[in-house]
């Protein structure tokens, strides 16, 4: 039976990934715990041992703020980790970020366009897509943006939470992206792990985020009227600048990623997020 390794299996991500069905696959997940993938020889004795025919890589330091002030661990986790795991030679799809733009406002961004990371957090996960891509085997990079879904901490759990302790929510809203739901990207990483096995010349970069585009004060206000239907209130969500919420990180102005090339290679359809949130608010809000 074929294997299937999963690291960062305990992420948003990788839990998602966990519970989809792997009908002949043996499903192994791993988190920092079991395999740290900034160890090289962990990962190569691991997957010695575990032989994996493909690997989902849902590992990261995700926290963008303190990338910034801890850019060796960031580096270690978001460029070397991936560097390991494609050393192994195994297939391997990689998770990367909207956040390798500079965010020039314009149209959406498309894979081939020019990176330009604004902070720590950017900058290592575009080294950690350059690291797998230099591979000589079989490999794909699956950029995604505002991930939002059941587990672990993300915007919409934030937003509910500072709904209940405060009158009005001053929410940024001149940053625009597309919010995407964590079962969806651990769907499309199944469809592309599978593709790789069975395509030649699938190898590449692809974009993957919800849509419609919005801000992150329109998620907002679309987080809370999901939640009303749910006896949750409801308060004010005021649009601010982001000049008026100072962050350790810079963060793109435009983060909408065109999503045509995973359609028309994988048929991947963009997920609508306002769907995702409805879906997911029973469960959020319990
Ligand atoms: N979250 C977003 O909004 C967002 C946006 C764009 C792209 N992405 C990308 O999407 C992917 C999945 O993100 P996510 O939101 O699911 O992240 P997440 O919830 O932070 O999960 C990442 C997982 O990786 C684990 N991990 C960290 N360092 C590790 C190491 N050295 N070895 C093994 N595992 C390690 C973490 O464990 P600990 O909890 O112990 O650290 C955590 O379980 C990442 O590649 C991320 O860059 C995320």
């Known amino acids: 039976m074929p294997t299937v390794l999963v690291t960062g299996a305990a992420g948003q991500v990788g839990r998602e990934v966990m519970a989809l069905d792997w009908p002949g696959w043996r499903l192994v997940g791993v988190d920092r715990d079991q395999l740290d993938i900034t160890d090289a020889n962990a990962v190569a004795a691991f997957t010695q041992r575990e032989r994996p025919d493909l690997i989902l890589n849902c590992a990261a330091h995700t926290a963008v703020d303190r990338a910034e002030s801890e850019a060796e661990l960031s580096d270690a986790i978001n460029r070397a980790g991936p560097a390991h795991l494609a050393a192994t030679g195994v297939p391997m799809v990689h998770i990367s970020t909207d956040y390798v733009f500079d965010g020039r406002p314009g149209r959406p961004w498309r894979e081939g366009d020019a990176t330009g990371p604004l902070g720590v957090y950017g900058r290592t996960k575009l080294a ?159």
Not at 166 to 178: A, S
Not at 207 to 214: D, E, L, M, V, Y
Not at 254 to 275: E, K, M, Y
């Open 128 to 286: 950690g897509e350059q690291a797998v891509a230099a591979t000589a085997g079989r490999w794909a990079v699956l950029r995604t943006a505002w991930v939002f879904g059941r587990h672990g901490a993300n915007f919409v759990k934030t937003m509910l939470r500072l709904a209940a302790e405060r009158d009005e929510l001053r929410v940024v809203g001149d940053q625009q992206g597309g919010p995407t739901p964590a079962d969806a990207i651990a769907a499309a990483c199944q469809t592309i792990g599978l593709a790789l096995l069975d395509r030649a010349n699938v190898n590449g970069i692809y974009h993957f985020a919800g849509a419609p585009p919005t801000t992150w004060a329109g998620f907002a206000q679309a987080i809370l009227a999901a939640s009303a239907a749910h006896g949750r209130r409801v308060v004010p969500v005021r649009a601010i600048a982001t000049a008026d919420y100072p962050t350790p990180a810079k963060r793109p102005a435009n983060s909408v990623l065109d999503c045509t090339l995973i359609h028309t290679t994988f048929g991947i359809a963009q997920p609508d997020w306002r769907a995702a949130l409805v879906r997911m608010m029973p469960e959020l809000v319990s």
